[in-house]
Protein backbone atom coordinates (compact mmCIF):
# COMPACT_ATOMS: atom_id res chain seq x y z
CA UNK A 1 0.00 0.00 0.00
CA UNK A 2 1.28 3.18 -0.81
CA UNK A 3 2.03 5.15 2.47
CA UNK A 4 2.68 9.12 2.66
CA UNK A 5 6.16 9.37 0.95
CA UNK A 6 4.86 7.72 -2.18
CA UNK A 7 1.65 9.43 -2.67
CA UNK A 8 4.45 12.86 -2.11
CA UNK A 9 6.38 10.97 -4.77
CA UNK A 10 3.91 10.21 -6.91
CA UNK A 11 1.88 13.62 -7.21
CA UNK A 12 5.64 15.16 -7.79
CA UNK A 13 5.63 12.89 -10.79
CA UNK A 14 2.69 13.42 -12.08
CA UNK A 15 2.23 17.41 -11.41
CA UNK A 16 4.13 17.85 -14.54
CA UNK A 17 3.09 16.04 -16.86
CA UNK A 18 -0.62 17.47 -16.33
CA UNK A 19 -0.62 20.91 -15.32
CA UNK A 20 -1.85 22.94 -18.05
CA UNK A 21 -3.35 20.14 -20.12
CA UNK A 22 -7.12 20.12 -21.20
CA UNK A 23 -9.63 17.17 -21.09
CA UNK A 24 -11.10 16.03 -24.11
CA UNK A 25 -12.80 13.08 -22.86
CA UNK A 26 -13.20 10.93 -20.28
CA UNK A 27 -14.04 7.18 -19.85
CA UNK A 28 -15.30 5.11 -16.93
CA UNK A 29 -14.55 1.32 -18.02
CA UNK A 30 -15.68 0.12 -14.40
CA UNK A 31 -16.68 3.17 -11.95
CA UNK A 32 -16.93 0.38 -8.89
CA UNK A 33 -14.06 1.73 -6.58
CA UNK A 34 -14.24 2.08 -2.86
CA UNK A 35 -17.22 4.39 -3.58
CA UNK A 36 -18.59 4.68 -6.88
CA UNK A 37 -16.67 6.82 -9.21
CA UNK A 38 -18.75 10.10 -10.39
CA UNK A 39 -20.65 9.41 -13.54
CA UNK A 40 -20.72 13.46 -14.00
CA UNK A 41 -16.97 13.56 -14.60
CA UNK A 42 -17.65 12.39 -18.45
CA UNK A 43 -19.91 15.96 -18.39
CA UNK A 44 -17.99 17.97 -16.56
CA UNK A 45 -13.86 17.35 -17.30
CA UNK A 46 -14.10 18.07 -21.29
CA UNK A 47 -12.79 21.64 -21.94
CA UNK A 48 -11.28 21.76 -18.17
CA UNK A 49 -7.73 22.67 -17.90
CA UNK A 50 -5.49 20.94 -15.06
CA UNK A 51 -4.20 23.47 -13.15
CA UNK A 52 -2.21 21.87 -10.31
CA UNK A 53 -1.99 18.81 -8.17
CA UNK A 54 -1.54 18.99 -4.40
CA UNK A 55 -1.71 16.14 -1.77
CA UNK A 56 -3.79 15.83 1.21
CA UNK A 57 -2.80 12.86 3.72
CA UNK A 58 -2.84 10.20 1.01
CA UNK A 59 -5.00 11.78 -1.46
CA UNK A 60 -4.06 13.10 -5.01
CA UNK A 61 -5.77 16.70 -5.77
CA UNK A 62 -6.12 17.08 -9.21
CA UNK A 63 -7.50 21.07 -9.19
CA UNK A 64 -9.06 21.60 -12.40
CA UNK A 65 -10.91 25.29 -13.47
CA UNK A 66 -13.88 23.79 -12.04
CA UNK A 67 -13.76 21.13 -9.48
CA UNK A 68 -11.17 18.93 -7.60
CA UNK A 69 -10.55 15.27 -8.32
CA UNK A 70 -9.72 13.80 -5.36
CA UNK A 71 -7.96 10.30 -5.96
CA UNK A 72 -6.97 7.84 -3.36
CA UNK A 73 -5.04 4.75 -4.64
CA UNK A 74 -5.78 2.38 -1.81
CA UNK A 75 -4.16 -0.73 -2.11
CA UNK A 76 -2.72 -1.24 -5.57
CA UNK A 77 -3.84 1.55 -7.73
CA UNK A 78 -1.75 3.44 -10.11
CA UNK A 79 -1.24 6.51 -12.23
CA UNK A 80 -0.10 6.22 -15.38
CA UNK A 81 0.33 8.76 -18.62
CA UNK A 82 0.09 7.12 -21.73
CA UNK A 83 -0.85 7.67 -25.71
CA UNK A 84 -4.33 7.62 -25.96
CA UNK A 85 -4.19 5.25 -29.02
CA UNK A 86 -1.88 2.86 -26.88
CA UNK A 87 -3.82 -0.39 -25.75
CA UNK A 88 -5.71 -0.03 -22.43
CA UNK A 89 -3.98 -2.69 -19.73
CA UNK A 90 -6.16 -4.81 -17.64
CA UNK A 91 -7.83 -2.89 -14.57
CA UNK A 92 -7.29 0.33 -15.99
CA UNK A 93 -10.43 1.53 -14.62
CA UNK A 94 -10.72 5.18 -16.22
CA UNK A 95 -9.09 7.23 -18.33
CA UNK A 96 -8.44 11.02 -18.79
CA UNK A 97 -7.85 11.71 -22.43
CA UNK A 98 -6.24 14.81 -23.08
CA UNK A 99 -6.75 17.07 -26.49
CA UNK A 100 -2.51 16.89 -26.83
CA UNK A 101 -3.59 12.70 -27.33
CA UNK A 102 -1.91 12.30 -24.14
CA UNK A 103 -3.97 10.24 -21.74
CA UNK A 104 -4.05 9.68 -17.51
CA UNK A 105 -4.71 5.93 -16.86
CA UNK A 106 -5.96 5.13 -13.54
CA UNK A 107 -5.22 1.30 -12.77
CA UNK A 108 -6.47 -0.98 -9.55
CA UNK A 109 -6.45 -4.60 -9.78
CA UNK A 110 -8.70 -4.50 -5.97
CA UNK A 111 -10.15 -1.04 -6.22
CA UNK A 112 -10.13 -0.13 -3.09
CA UNK A 113 -8.95 3.41 -4.60
CA UNK A 114 -11.09 6.27 -4.82
CA UNK A 115 -11.32 8.73 -7.31
CA UNK A 116 -14.21 11.67 -6.18
CA UNK A 117 -15.17 14.98 -7.66
CA UNK A 118 -16.24 18.08 -5.78
CA UNK A 119 -16.85 21.93 -6.75
CA UNK A 120 -16.42 22.80 -3.48
CA UNK A 121 -13.23 23.29 -1.55
CA UNK A 122 -11.79 19.70 -1.55
CA UNK A 123 -10.22 20.43 2.04
CA UNK A 124 -13.57 20.58 3.34
CA UNK A 125 -14.52 17.82 1.80
CA UNK A 126 -16.02 14.51 4.20
CA UNK A 127 -13.10 12.63 3.12
CA UNK A 128 -10.80 15.17 4.25
CA UNK A 129 -12.08 17.54 6.48
CA UNK A 130 -11.82 15.17 10.04
CA UNK A 131 -8.01 14.69 8.88
CA UNK A 132 -5.38 15.97 11.31
CA UNK A 133 -2.75 18.14 10.07
CA UNK A 134 0.07 17.08 8.24
CA UNK A 135 3.57 15.83 9.69
CA UNK A 136 5.90 17.64 7.11
CA UNK A 137 4.14 21.12 8.47
CA UNK A 138 4.55 23.31 11.35
CA UNK A 139 1.36 22.53 12.85
CA UNK A 140 2.62 18.79 13.75
CA UNK A 141 4.96 19.69 16.70
CA UNK A 142 5.85 18.08 20.67
CA UNK A 143 3.63 21.07 22.11
CA UNK A 144 0.45 19.59 19.59
CA UNK A 145 1.21 15.70 19.82
CA UNK A 146 1.65 16.35 24.17
CA UNK A 147 -1.19 18.58 24.54
CA UNK A 148 -3.85 15.91 22.45
CA UNK A 149 -2.29 12.98 24.50
CA UNK A 150 -2.62 14.34 28.16
CA UNK A 151 -5.04 11.28 29.50
CA UNK A 152 -5.12 9.03 26.54
CA UNK A 153 -4.46 5.13 27.21
CA UNK A 154 -4.12 4.55 23.78
CA UNK A 155 -0.27 3.03 23.15
CA UNK A 156 1.76 5.56 21.59
CA UNK A 157 1.82 3.54 18.16
CA UNK A 158 -1.71 3.75 17.43
CA UNK A 159 -2.35 7.28 18.45
CA UNK A 160 0.69 8.63 16.70
CA UNK A 161 -0.86 6.15 13.23
CA UNK A 162 -4.89 7.78 14.10
CA UNK A 163 -5.48 10.38 10.79
CA UNK A 164 -7.17 12.78 13.16
CA UNK A 165 -4.28 13.13 14.98
CA UNK A 166 -1.75 13.42 12.68
CA UNK A 167 -2.00 12.24 8.60
CA UNK A 168 0.05 9.71 6.77
CA UNK A 169 2.11 7.90 9.36
CA UNK A 170 1.66 4.29 8.44
CA UNK A 171 3.13 0.86 10.30
CA UNK A 172 6.54 1.29 8.64
CA UNK A 173 6.79 4.37 9.66
CA UNK A 174 5.25 4.79 12.84
CA UNK A 175 7.33 1.41 13.66
CA UNK A 176 11.18 3.59 12.67
CA UNK A 177 10.27 6.84 14.21
CA UNK A 178 9.62 5.76 17.59
CA UNK A 179 12.73 3.35 17.46
CA UNK A 180 14.60 6.74 16.12
CA UNK A 181 13.05 8.66 19.26
CA UNK A 182 13.80 6.16 21.77
CA UNK A 183 10.04 5.23 22.71
CA UNK A 184 8.89 1.91 23.83
CA UNK A 185 5.52 1.65 20.68
CA UNK A 186 3.74 0.18 23.81
CA UNK A 187 4.19 3.14 25.98
CA UNK A 188 0.50 4.82 26.72
CA UNK A 189 0.25 8.22 24.69
CA UNK A 190 -0.35 9.97 27.89
CA UNK A 191 2.07 8.86 29.56
CA UNK A 192 4.92 10.29 27.20
CA UNK A 193 6.95 13.05 28.38
CA UNK A 194 7.17 16.43 26.33
CA UNK A 195 10.83 15.55 25.63
CA UNK A 196 10.13 12.40 24.30
CA UNK A 197 7.94 14.08 22.48
CA UNK A 198 10.12 16.53 20.92
CA UNK A 199 12.49 13.59 19.52
CA UNK A 200 9.51 11.85 18.25
CA UNK A 201 7.81 14.46 16.12
CA UNK A 202 11.47 15.31 15.18
CA UNK A 203 12.31 11.52 13.96
CA UNK A 204 8.68 11.12 12.13
CA UNK A 205 9.83 14.68 10.25
CA UNK A 206 13.48 13.07 9.16
CA UNK A 207 11.98 9.88 8.33
CA UNK A 208 9.25 10.90 5.99
CA UNK A 209 11.83 13.59 4.27
CA UNK A 210 14.24 11.42 3.99
CA UNK A 211 12.00 8.90 2.57
CA UNK A 212 10.61 11.32 0.07
CA UNK A 213 13.77 12.45 -1.16
CA UNK A 214 14.92 8.13 -1.68
CA UNK A 215 11.22 8.77 -3.67
CA UNK A 216 12.52 11.22 -5.80
CA UNK A 217 15.89 9.99 -6.29
CA UNK A 218 14.17 6.55 -7.60
CA UNK A 219 11.53 7.81 -9.43
CA UNK A 220 10.19 6.33 -12.90
CA UNK A 221 9.07 7.64 -15.85
CA UNK A 222 5.54 8.01 -15.36
CA UNK A 223 4.37 7.90 -19.02
CA UNK A 224 4.31 4.73 -20.15
CA UNK A 225 5.78 2.45 -17.26
CA UNK A 226 4.24 1.29 -14.28
CA UNK A 227 3.16 4.61 -12.48
CA UNK A 228 4.92 3.46 -9.66
CA UNK A 229 7.40 5.24 -7.73
CA UNK A 230 10.70 3.77 -6.05
CA UNK A 231 8.96 2.29 -2.57
CA UNK A 232 10.84 2.70 0.94
CA UNK A 233 14.83 2.26 -0.04
CA UNK A 234 15.57 3.55 3.57
CA UNK A 235 17.34 1.25 5.81
CA UNK A 236 14.91 -0.44 8.40
CA UNK A 237 16.07 -0.13 11.48
CA UNK A 238 12.97 -2.28 13.39
CA UNK A 239 10.27 -2.87 11.15
CA UNK A 240 10.25 -6.80 10.41
CA UNK A 241 13.39 -7.59 12.07
CA UNK A 242 12.08 -9.58 14.73
CA UNK A 243 14.23 -11.84 16.32
CA UNK A 244 17.59 -9.78 14.90
CA UNK A 245 20.10 -8.16 16.40
CA UNK A 246 19.22 -4.43 17.30
CA UNK A 247 20.98 -1.67 14.95
CA UNK A 248 22.53 0.02 18.11
CA UNK A 249 22.69 -2.66 20.90
CA UNK A 250 22.92 -6.37 21.88
CA UNK A 251 19.23 -6.97 21.99
CA UNK A 252 17.09 -8.53 19.94
CA UNK A 253 14.65 -7.26 18.08
CA UNK A 254 11.16 -8.00 19.25
CA UNK A 255 7.72 -8.27 18.05
CA UNK A 256 4.39 -7.22 19.29
CA UNK A 257 0.78 -7.05 17.97
CA UNK A 258 -0.73 -3.39 19.21
CA UNK A 259 -4.26 -2.73 17.03
CA UNK A 260 -4.04 -5.56 15.81
CA UNK A 261 -0.72 -4.35 13.63
CA UNK A 262 2.55 -6.05 13.93
CA UNK A 263 4.71 -3.92 16.19
CA UNK A 264 8.51 -4.07 16.07
CA UNK A 265 10.66 -2.65 18.43
CA UNK A 266 14.53 -2.47 20.70
CA UNK A 267 12.91 -3.60 24.77
CA UNK A 268 16.32 -1.86 25.91
CA UNK A 269 16.84 1.42 23.15
CA UNK A 270 12.86 2.08 23.54
CA UNK A 271 11.52 2.86 26.80
ZN1 LIG B 1 18.67 -1.64 20.94
Not at 96 to 108: H, K, M, Q, S
Not at 124 to 132: C, E, F, I, P
Not at 232 to 239: A, H, I, M, S, T
Request: hydrophobic content about 35%; glycine content about 8%; some cysteine.
Amino acid sequence: MPELPEVETIRRGIEPLVVNKVVDHVQIHNGSLRWPVPDVLVDVLPGQKARTVDRRSKYLLFYFEQGTLIVHLGMTGHLRLDASTSKRRKHDHVEIVFTDGTALRYNDSRRFGAILWTEKDPLQHVRLTDLGPEPLTSEFNAAYLYQLSRGRKIAVKPFLMDSHVVVGIGNIYASEALFRAGIAPVRPAGKVSKAAYERLAQSVTEILTEAIAAGGTTIRDFSNSEGRPGYFKQKLCVYGRAGQKCVSCEALVKQVKLGQRSTYYCPVCQR
